[in-house]
């Protein structure tokens, strides 16, 4: 005998949801452990609105910083790559130097945040010529309206690069040929609505780097030719003078300092320069004007990326702490990047006698590594 049994309908239908309930929350899990966690490109649009929304007031600082003045800064690679975790975000301040360490590091995604808005033209001129140029040598000849040498390898080395350079003549044609590729590149393709004042400065910096070439060195240029959108504080800002400071060939053919010196400059191989091309032609690299004793930008780049749950590896802050001192905005400062998503791996990297508050000359070159969580934890609100 077959006995049937009759199931309660709202029992039946309460398994039913039950059963549709698990089924939607596994779907969910396995989508939101399938979303990756940083973007693996932003749009044109993505990219000029997260510049613009991120960023403050345009400030001053005493120069311009078209480039560095560190020329030791390679030495602290060697060891933070054995504590910086991979896949994560760069953040740095200022020009070149942060591609080198972007180049060693090879992050997700990167912001470069500087109180002048000058900073920001300078990383846009960069960006058209990174995505413009296919190898090393097209980018060093539009930087500094240089001939190409004909007989450069591409695996030559960043020593033999510079030395093939400095047998070509600088050119005006190249300058403003590349001028104007740069502006309608940006402008045009990329579609960002650059302001007369971002073309001025896109101008004035590409100027200086053909003006002086390769030897541009860090108070080469007069800032009382600067445009305002530079931002040099026109009351204690460098007047160019006489040399006292490295070049940029200097910068890009120093080694990280090790037994074996290990070049690591963005120019030292194709291998640095293609990582520095793919991240720029993906909008993953970002300028933002800020202050780091701020209200707003460092804290809006630490919403964004928990918004996306990323992770900030490494903080380069050359000597801006000094800075931050003097005008009373340390803890401040401290304050706004314990708001970043960061653990005991992340890293600060900075420059002085004295962890970044010391002077500058000689003590430039004395750069060292920062535990980020332990030093801004006692901050965090």
């Known amino acids: 005998m077959v006995v049937s049994r009759v199931m309660n309908p709202t029992y039946s239908r309460r398994l039913r949801l039950l059963a549709l309930a698990v089924l939607l929350t596994t779907c969910s899990i396995v989508v939101t452990a399938a979303a990756p966690p940083i973007p693996t490109h932003l749009t044109d649009e993505e990219f000029w609105r997260l510049s613009t929304s ?35 975000v760069y953040m740095g301040v200022g020009p070149e130097q942060n591609f080198s360490y972007i180049a060693a590091l090879k992050p997700s995604m990167a912001f470069i945040v500087d109180i002048r808005h000058g900073n920001l033209d300078v990383h846009l001129l960069y960006k058209a010529l990174f995505e413009m140029s296919a190898n090393r040598a097209e980018f060093v000849s539009r930087l500094f309206a240089l001939k190409q040498p004909t007989d450069l390898s591409p695996t030559a080395s ?34 960002f609505p650059l302001s007369a004042g971002d073309e001025d400065g896109i101008k004035w910096a590409l100027g200086n780097y053909f003006s002086f070439g390769p030897d541009i060195y860090y108070n080469a240029s007069d800032p009382s030719f600067a445009p305002r959108i530079v931002g040099i504080d ?29 070049e690591r400059s963005y120019l030292a191989s194709e291998e640095n320069f293609m990582i520095l091309k793919e991240l720029h032609s993906k909008n993953l690299i970002v300028p933002v ?8 930008a460092i804290r809006e780049v630490g919403k964004y990326l928990k918004g996306i749950g990323a992770m900030v590896s490494t903080f380069y802050l050359s000597n801006v702490e000094q800075y931050l001192s003097m005008d009373g905005k340390l803890e401040v400062f401290y304050s706004n990047v314990a708001t970043l998503p960061i653990d005991d791996s992340s890293r600060f990297i900075s420059t002085g006698s004295n962890g970044g508050l010391g002077g500058g000359g000689g003590s430039m070159n004395n750069s060292r590594l920062r535990n980020m969580f332990v030093e801004t934890q006692p901050y965090a609100k």
């Open 54 to 88: 991120l960023s403050e007031t345009d400030g001053t600082f005493r120069s311009d910083n078209l480039l560095s003045n560190e020329l030791n800064f390679q030495y602290v690679i060697p060891d933070l790559l054995k504590v910086a975790q991979p896949g994560r």
């Open 158 to 191: 960043a020593a033999q690069l510079f030395t093939a350079f400095a047998r070509q003549e600088s050119s005006r044609e190249i300058y403003e040929s590349t001028l104007k590729a740069v502006i309608d590149h940006l402008k045009t393709k990329r579609k």
């Open 234 to 262: 026109q009351q204690t800002g460098r007047r160019g003078g006489g040399r006292n400071s490295v070049s940029y060939s200097d910068l890009m053919t120093a080694d990280d300092g090790s037994t074996i010196a290990v």
């Open 289 to 296: 004007v800020g202050d780091f004793g701020g209200p707003k």
